[in-house]
């Protein structure tokens, strides 16, 4: 099938393109009334999740809305850890929590193996669907949370403001950190290959808590985790190059040894100027970011002269996906996003020809 806008897979791999090509972390999510009345209708969010026809909804509604050049798969950083039987259940208001945690090595050593054509269908099958409806419109991206991030809510049973827990584990029992986070690398590079295999076009790594590592812990216990995915990674299919996305939150000070993983592109938080980031690997590889979602508050005005700055600080040339620089929170108006992806169409022209 022909991809009528491949502006997003031209820019992970530093091509030439017409506009920079922009889609929105959480681009389908709560700020949307529709995705309120869908989620109402399954019931929960997990059971949304798990209905490939109402996550290929969700994935659909902001399309409708704005022209964004990428869909991004709906689903959650949390389903590996789910199929290795932790018990994943959400409570309103605090977030996903686990029923089962990890404290010791033997918790480790006793976690299955995840079947992802059995326990995890309902993800390549909501891809497989998703693929079907956008018809050749705009590429879909796939993901995965990082093996560290995945460890974390593992171990903390949920999210955590310190992760006192999950630190004191990785210090005082490196040796079964490095069995978990060995596990889940697997676990993630079979989740990512069977979601490229279903459809995906493009995969980003959702390294959420990679930012609250010392940097030597973050080398030995994220960093190397994720290199060893990439490498393991289906390189291709249908005919074309699938491109792979790194974003560690908070990891601003790591840029070269990410950017040496073999990821096509670096995610950028807000934290991190993006012209400084290209100056150091913007020639190796894409840059992905890196707009402050609370600017979405401002007045239309505020934004465009925001997107501004970000496309001036990036510069003239290809390698750049405008993003934010985390996901979008649920009380941003509807309308400033579509304020939002026009500027970056209209201001992006000129540094394009």
């Known amino acids: 099938m022909t991809l009528r806008n491949d502006r997003l897979l031209k820019a992970l791999l530093g091509e030439q393109v017409d506009v920079t090509p922009v889609w929105m972390m959480r681009q389908a999510g709560r700020y949307l009334p529709e995705y309120r009345n869908t989620r109402k209708q399954a019931g929960d969010f997990l059971s949304l999740c798990k209905s490939p026809q109402l996550a290929c909804e969700v994935t659909m509604q902001p399309l409708r809305r704005y022209p964004f050049d990428a869909a991004i798969l709906f689903s959650d950083i949390l389903t590996i850890p789910d199929a290795m039987g932790q018990g994943l259940y959400f409570s309103e208001g605090e977030g996903p929590k686990f029923r089962n945690v990890i404290r010791t090595a033997a918790d480790v050593e006793q976690l299955p193996e995840v079947n992802i054509a059995d326990e995890l269908s309902y993800v390549t099958d909501a891809v497989s669907v998703i693929r079907k409806e956008l018809n050749g419109s705009v590429p879909l991206i796939g993901f995965s949370g990082s093996p560290w991030t995945l460890a974390t809510y593992m171990i903390e049973g949920g999210g955590s403001k310190d992760f006192r827990i999950a630190k004191q584990f990785m210090y005082d029992n490196p040796e079964a950190m490095h069995l978990l986070l060995d596990k889940l690398a697997s676990a993630v590079t079979d989740y990512l290959n069977a979601q490229i295999l279903a459809g995906a076009q493009a995969v980003q790594i959702f390294d959420t808590w990679g930012g609250i590592l010392s940097s030597r812990a973050y080398q030995n216990f994220s960093l190397v985790y994720m290199n060893k995915i990439i490498t393991n990674l289906k390189k291709e299919n249908e005919g074309r190059q699938v491109p792979v996305i790194l974003f560690t939150k908070n990891g601003g000070q790591w840029l070269e040894s990410i950017a040496d993983s073999g990821c096509q592109a670096v995610g950028l938080d807000w934290t991190t100027e993006i012209g400084d980031a290209r100056s150091r690997i913007g020639d190796r590889v894409a840059l992905q970011g890196n707009m402050d979602p609370s600017i979405l508050y401002?007045?239309?005005?505020?934004?465009?002269?925001?997107?501004?700055?970000?496309?001036?600080?990036?510069?003239?040339?290809n390698g750049h996906v405008f993003n934010l620089g985390h996901g979008i929170t649920p009380e941003v108006n509807p309308d400033n996003v579509a304020h939002f992806v026009e500027a970056v169409h209209e201001l992006s022209q000129p540094y394009h020809n």
């Open 298 to 317: 401002a007045s239309p005005a505020v934004i465009r002269e925001e997107v501004a700055t970000i496309l001036q600080s990036f510069g003239q040339g």
